[in-house]
């Protein structure tokens, strides 16, 4: 997949032939204003692959309204929490009127 880069409006204004020499060697840029993105620069014609086979999440890709993770996700640490078996499903029932008091 090729670089993905977000920037604001004034940075890019002060930096735009620096942004178009990274959009040149295939840098996708996407334009943010107040950290929405509002515009995409990148080679006329190019496609990008999202690395997802659903249509939607591509389409919000594409569209710069989501950006994939830029390295995989790490495993979370084991839980130092040891509860008995079931008590947070009698406390959730009982929360909800649905156990016995």
Known sequence: MSE??????????????????????GTRILVADRDRVVAEIHEPLASYETGSPDPVVAGWVRDGILIP???PKAPLP????RLKEG???????????????
Not at 78 to 81: D, E, F, K, M, P
Request: hydrophobic residues 40%; without cysteine.
């Open 69 to 71: 993770p830029s390295a």
């Open 4 to 25: 993905v880069k977000t920037v604001g409006i004034k940075s890019l204004k002060n930096s735009l032939s620096a942004y178009i020499r990274e959009v040149r060697r």
């Open 78 to 81: 084991v839980s130092r929490v």
């Open 87 to 101: 008590l947070a499903r009698r406390i959730l029932d009982e929360d909800r009127g649905e156990g016995a008091a």
